[in-house]
């Protein structure tokens, strides 16, 4: 298996500027220049703000546990056990899926756990 520290990674992806792994245990671990907060949008200060070492999306995410993850140029993307989408980042052009045109977390689509 493949480790970060000590998690087991079971998906990881990367953009040209921020990276993102989902763990065994369903966490997700972000790093990488956090411009409309594609890392953490709960630490988002601006689009110059880099996040060089990995850091857990439990607070953001919740109890969702996640079994796959994709990073956007400027989104991110992540897959729950349930099949729920979530997504966060740039919403510009509705790339997200939410319907509105502005930088957020919000899930998209499937059921809660």
Same mark, same amino acid.
């Given at each position: 298996s493949t480790r970060l520290g000590r998690h %087991? $990674?079971? !998906?990881i992806s990367a953009s040209v500027h921020h990276a993102a792994v989902s763990t065994a245990t369903g966490t997700v671990l972000s790093c990488g %220049?956090?411009?409309y907060g594609v890392v953490d949008p709960l630490e988002y200060t601006d689009d %110059?703000? #880099? $996040?060089?070492?990995p850091r857990s999306l439990a607070e953001c995410?919740? !109890?969702?546990? #996640? #079994?796959s993850v994709s990073c956007g140029s400027e989104h991110t993307a992540a897959v729950r056990a349930n099949g729920m989408v979530? %997504?966060?980042g740039n919403d510009g052009g509705g790339r997200l899926g939410h319907r509105r045109s502005q930088d957020q977390i919000q899930s998209k689509g499937g059921t809660e756990d």
């Open positions: %087991t $990674i079971l !998906s %220049t956090n411009a %110059t703000q #880099v $996040i060089a070492k995410l919740g !109890s969702a546990r #996640v #079994v979530m %997504t966060w």
